[in-house]
T-cell receptor, first 115, second 112 residues
Framework: NAGVTQTPKFRILKIGQSMTLQCTQD?????MYWYRQDPGMGLKLIYY???????DKGEVPNGYNVSRSTTEDFPLRLELAAPSQTSVYFC??????????????FGEGSWLTVV | SQKIEQNSEALNIQEGKTATLTCNYT??????LQWYRQDPGRGPVFLLL?????KEKRKERLKVTFDTTLKQSLFHITASQPADSATYLC???????????FGKGTKLSVKP
């Protein structure tokens, strides 16, 4: 299994541009998440999904959008990029089954710089 | 709302010593608490989960304790090695749908 795969790894955006961070998981997990991690600030939840067709806002959703058309994919869309969105973005997933149901599996991260 | 604090931003110890990291939470006791390891430029990786009815859990050189009276978890690495150098994150259930909230992490440096 590849686990959670994110692309791109690095991206530089100009202010006002838009882009999509891709995330896919091959573990058939119901729950998927997008976090951002700023230096010294810990992980903040942007959006999450409990299954295909269902998404909900996390702690810091402003400036972002998500969709969940399949179990595997959970893309994060940045509209009108702003310097405050410069961060490291992590996609994650978890199962709801069995003893591993509470463990979150993270992707390797996407480094985004808005200039 | 639930808040989680990891008291030390950084911890420096000598190889072979035991590292002890602290995680405190402020409100209701969660059903479980987790510890993750994060290396520079990588995503966090799950290490251990401890449930509210478990006082202690071990995995190789790792030991986690959970004190619901003190609202605190301690994470111990015995016989520490330079390869243990990383940032360690504490996480617990704090939002809707059982979403995890994370502490800011403690950066552990083990010197040879």
């Amino acid at each position: 299994n590849a686990g959670v795969t994110q692309t791109p790894k690095f991206r530089i955006l100009k202010i006002g541009q838009s882009m999509t961070l891709q995330c896919t998981q091959d573990m058939n997990h119901n729950y998927m998440y997008w976090y951002r991690q700023d230096p010294g600030m810990g992980l903040k939840l942007i959006y999450y999904s409990v299954g295909a067709g269902i998404t909900d806002k996390g702690e810091v959703p402003n400036g972002y959008n998500v969709s969940r058309s399949t179990t595997e994919d959970f893309p994060l869309r940045l509209e009108l990029a702003a310097p405050s969105q410069t961060s490291v973005y992590f996609c994650a997933s978890r199962s709801t089954q069995g003893h591993s149901g509470n463990t979150i599996y993270f992707g390797e991260g996407s480094w985004l710089t808005v200039v | 709302s639930q808040k989680i604090e990891q008291n030390s931003e950084a911890l420096n110890i000598q190889e072979g010593k035991t590292a002890t990291l602290t995680c405190n939470y402020t409100n209701y006791s969660p059903a479980y608490l987790q510890w993750y390891r994060q290396d520079p430029g990588r995503g966090p990786v799950f290490l251990l989960l401890i449930r509210e009815n478990e006082k202690e859990k071990r995995k190789e050189r790792l030991k986690v304790t959970f004190d619901t009276t003190l609202k605190q978890s301690l994470f111990h690495i015995t016989a520490s090695q330079p390869a243990d150098s990383a940032t360690y994150l504490c996480a617990l259930e704090g939002g809707s749908q059982g979403n995890l909230i994370f502490g800011k992490g403690t950066k552990l440096s083990v010197k040879p």
